[in-house]
């Protein structure tokens, strides 16, 4: 008897769900868009046979990715939260570290020991690009340009 409530306590534990811890991330706003955009294109290329979530695309997208980041991503990552407090902080440890392995280190040494990082956040900062202005109405803006001269002609002379 007690072989049969056993069994049946597994099959029971067999039936039940078994849920996964979530893992969740955030998504800045601009990139939300995107996301659904592609979850959109997804799904209307499996034209109803299937339907996926924006985690399935996250995922699959993951999933594509090489293990490790190029050096153009950590460079980009770099760019975007580089702290300074956080870097004077590292400094600050490893002069500690330093001192408490019996070593001698000079500022020189640990800001050339940082310069790899921060090279390419002390260079000349990024330019945006902007996008040219509309003009409302390519005639009239000719227009005004013309009248524009015409005055200062009138006036110059």
């Known amino acids: 008897m007690n072989d049969q409530n056993d069994a049946q306590n ?19 706003e601009d990139l939300k868009e995107k996301l659904s ?7 209307e290329s499996l034209q109803g046979i299937t ?14 990715h090489d293990n490790g980041l190029s050096k153009l991503e950590t460079d980009e990552l770099r760019k975007i939260h580089f702290d300074v ?4 902080t590292w400094l600050q440890n490893q002069a500690k570290a330093a001192k408490d392995n019996g070593n001698e280190v ?3 040494d640990l ?5 790899e990082f921060m090279a390419d956040l002390t260079g000349p900062p990024a330019q945006k690009i902007r996008k040219p202005r509309k003009s409302k109405n390519s005639e009239s803006s000719g227009d005004l340009e013309s009248s524009l ?4 002609d009138t006036t110059s002379g």
């Open 51 to 64: 339907e996926v979530s924006k985690s399935d695309v996250v995922n699959l997208i993951l999933k594509l």
């Open 111 to 115: 800001f050339a020991k940082s310069s």
């Open 106 to 108: 000079s500022l020189k």
């Open 85 to 88: 407090l956080k870097c004077l």
């Open 10 to 28: 597994t099959e029971n534990k067999k039936d039940k769900k078994t849920y996964k811890a979530l893992e969740r991330v955030t998504i800045e």
């Open 149 to 152: 001269s015409e005055e200062k």
């Open 37 to 43: 955009l592609l979850t959109t294109a997804a799904n």
